[in-house]
């Protein structure tokens, strides 16, 4: 087993996989809300999809400034201000007094997400022993399942208000895993890996001997080594240009095979039904609160499905689960 320290360490990074949940999922009863649509003067379609895609727009941008932060400010860094940039933008939203103010709080609310959800499979994984590293990073995913469930049916919940309160309170909701990794990220240590490649390595060996408790000092001088060595190796191979990951057989495969696998998910329209449901819903005759109770259930479904793929990720392999998975999803 995996040392507390470790598997503490992995649940409190998922946090921010609760933050992308929710706030993925919070916005589907959100702009189905009576209370909501009075409030902002019934939205058409073209605002509601503004509402929706700027979420999605501010998450790309947060990964992109990932590339840079992430090894520029280290790990623990990069979480706390992801974390701060959510929770200003989760304010924003939930104090929104007209659809400009909201549209902008969405945006920075993916930027932070974006910035998240690249950083902490990174840190966990680093973080993680090689035997647990795939259940351990992969708590990311679980917990993104949790905040999706959890935003659907406090959304549910809220839909029986017929006051502001029904959207505000749901948004402002947001805030509060923000500030628990705000809060909390500075009692996790450093990355030992993210140390080591700034040339910190007693640092990196402190980290070691605090998050192996228990471990002999010749399977932690081991690690230390091994970390030490694929440092090593990526730095003979020295800066490494765009044009060469493109044009270089091997390492073009590997970044079609990351980026397919990423974009696969969504390409399947699952985000549209997450999104839209109310509204598909409704053409089957479906009134929202119904359909929001359905969406809720299928959230609950999906925490089964990740805890399967969480314990069979280093029982089998990736390559078997995901083989599984999307031929279940084509059905």
């Known amino acids: 087993m995996p040392s507390l320290k470790t598997i503490f360490s992995a649940i409190f ?56 932060a992430a090894d520029w400010l280290g790990r623990k860094k990069t979480v706390f201000a992801g974390s701060c940039v959510s929770v200003l933008g989760c304010a924003l939203q939930a104090g929104s007094v007209n659809m400009a103010m909201l549209i902008i709080g969405r945006f920075i609310a993916g930027a932070a997400v974006g910035m998240l959800t690249s950083t902490i499979p990174l840190y966990a994984a680093e973080l ?32 029986f208000v017929s006051t502001e309160f029904s959207w505000r309170f749901p948004l402002a909701f947001q805030i509060v895993p923000g500030l628990i990794l705000v809060g909390g990220i500075w009692f996790l240590d450093e990355s030992p890996r993210w140390l080591m490649e700034k040339d910190r390595h007693e640092e990196a060996m402190v980290v070691l001997k605090n998050i192996r408790k228990g471990t002999s000092q010749e399977a ?43 974009a696969f998910g969504p390409l399947s329209g699952i985000n549209v039904i997450n999104y839209y449901g109310p509204r598909i819903y409704a053409i089957l005759g479906i009134n929202d609160q119904t359909s929001l109770m359905i969406i809720g259930i299928s959230g609950a479904l999906s925490i089964v499905y990740c805890s399967i793929g969480l314990y069979m990720n280093d029982k089998i392999g990736r390559i078997k689960p995901l083989i599984v998975s999307a031929a279940m999803l084509g059905a």
Do not use: H
């Open 128 to 159: 993680s022993e090689q035997k647990w590293r795939g259940a351990l990073s992969g708590l990311l995913q679980w917990m993104l399942s949790w905040g999706f469930l959890v935003a659907q049916w406090l959304g549910y919940g809220c839909s």
């Open 220 to 262: 932690l001088d081991l690690e230390f080594r091994e970390i030490r060595d694929v440092i090593a190796a990526d730095r003979a191979v020295g800066n490494t240009s765009w044009k060469l990951i493109l044009t270089k057989a091997s390492w073009r495969k590997r970044l079609i095979l990351g980026c397919a696998i990423q």
């Open 13 to 68: 990074l998922a946090v921010g996989g609760f933050l992308f949940g929710y706030d993925s999922g919070i916005i589907t009863s959100t702009i189905s809300l009576a209370t909501f649509k009075e409030y902002f003067t019934n939205p058409n379609s073209t605002v509601t999809g503004g509402i929706v895609s700027a979420f999605q727009g501010g998450a790309i941008l947060g990964t992109l400034i990932n590339m840079l």
